[in-house]
Nanobody, 127 residues
Framework: QVQLVESGGGLVQAGGSLRLSCAAS????????IGWFRQAPGKEREFVAAISWSGGSTTSADSVKGRFTIARDNAKNTVYLQMNSLKPEDTAVYYC????????????????????WGQGTQVTVSS
């Protein structure tokens, strides 16, 4: 398993931006698909975005497409989630996760596909 630590969450007004970071402790990180999920109060955890081990392929949920961008720097063992045009409905705890396989379809992702999780970082978007 890979140890993951998220950072960059906070409080922002609607229309604003945040960049989340996910830092890993081991070099095996560079061979992993990295995903972001989020969980709003009273709701199930949902898939947000994922990036392949090389960074050459990405996919994202329809709800964030065009607003969120996922990228990685394997030299720094870090994945980023750039979130622009934030909406109040983006308010959630965001989790970074590592898995083996990359799927091109966002609907294919499920929590069970990932075996390492970070502790989460809170993102709050005020209206």
């Amino acid at each position: 398993q890979v140890q993951l630590v998220e950072s960059g969450g906070g409080l922002v007004q609607a229309g604003g931006s945040l960049r989340l970071s996910c830092a890993a402790s081991t070099r095996t990180f560079s061979s992993k698909t990295i995903g972001w999920f989020r969980q709003a109060p009273g709701k199930e955890r949902e898939f947000v975005a994922a990036i392949s081990w090389s960074g050459g392929s990405t996919t994202s949920a329809d709800s964030v497409k065009g607003r969120f961008t996922i990228a990685r720097d394997n030299a720094k063992n870090t994945v980023y989630l750039q979130m622009n045009s934030l909406k109040p409905e983006d308010t959630a705890v965001y989790y970074c996760t590592a898995g083996t396989y990359f799927y091109y379809s966002a609907s294919s992702y499920h929590e069970a596909h990932f075996d390492s999780w970070g502790q989460g970082t809170q993102v709050t978007v005020s209206s």
